[in-house]
């Protein structure tokens, strides 16, 4: 696995115009049911995260196909579920998975609509939550809400740890990576704010 992720890292390193694309194949494959669990994205995009403080990846066009990577793999997931129902949950490839689909469901079934906005951030239900939501029945409307702002957050929450190292140890480029720590907390504020105003509303005599 080391030497892929080495292999991949060069090949993103030397082929800048296709950066943006292989980083958005790796979010989506991370996102995806099943197959998350084998693509190692988060490296990475912790490397690439370098490439754009260095000035090597530029930075809007690797979020765009981050954020687009992540968006529908998480989609993709949610209709396998609602599509299949729940004998997607108990198929073969999953499974030396049980106990981490068990933790999905029951986390899902407490938390719903926040369940599928921090999920993403919990590395063994990331690819899981959004089929058992299908699964579940969640509205579709309140999935894709969660599941955008949750990329908003998760993609460039993967890339900022590697950018803000190079940026920090370039003395020139000191205030670009304090600005960007600022639009990172306005932007985790605002996102909270959004979330617990949707779940309020969410209906008390329901658990979807």
Avoid: H
Wanted: aromatic share 12%; glycine share 10%.
């Amino acid at each position: 696995m080391e030497a892929l992720i080495a292999q991949a890292a060069d090949f993103i390193r030397d082929n800048s115009q296709w950066a943006g694309l292989l980083i958005g194949l790796l979010t989506f494959g991370e996102s995806m049911f099943i197959i998350g669990v084998l693509i190692p994205a988060t490296a990475l995009l912790l490397m690439a995260g370098g490439l754009i403080g260095a000035g090597t990846l530029p930075m809007f066009t690797t979020l765009l196909w981050g954020y687009a990577g992540a968006i529908i793999g998480d989609a993709l997931s949610y209709q396998i579920g609602k599509w299949m129902g729940p004998s997607v949950l108990r198929c073969r490839p999953l499974k030396n998975q049980r106990r981490n689909i068990a933790k999905a469901r029951l986390f899902f079934y407490r938390y719903g609509f926040l369940a599928v906005l921090v999920g993403r951030f919990l590395g063994p239900l990331r690819s899981t939550v959004p089929t058992v939501a299908g699964v579940m029945g969640m509205p579709a409307f309140r999935f894709q809400a969660a599941n955008i702002l949750s990329a908003i957050f998760w993609v460039p929450g993967l890339l900022a740890p590697g950018y803000l190292a190079v940026q920090t140890a370039q003395y020139s480029n000191l205030t670009q990576a304090q600005t960007l720590y600022s639009v990172i907390g306005l932007t985790v504020m605002f996102g909270l704010c959004i979330s617990i105003v949707v779940a309020r509303r969410r209906p008390k005599n329901k658990r979807k």
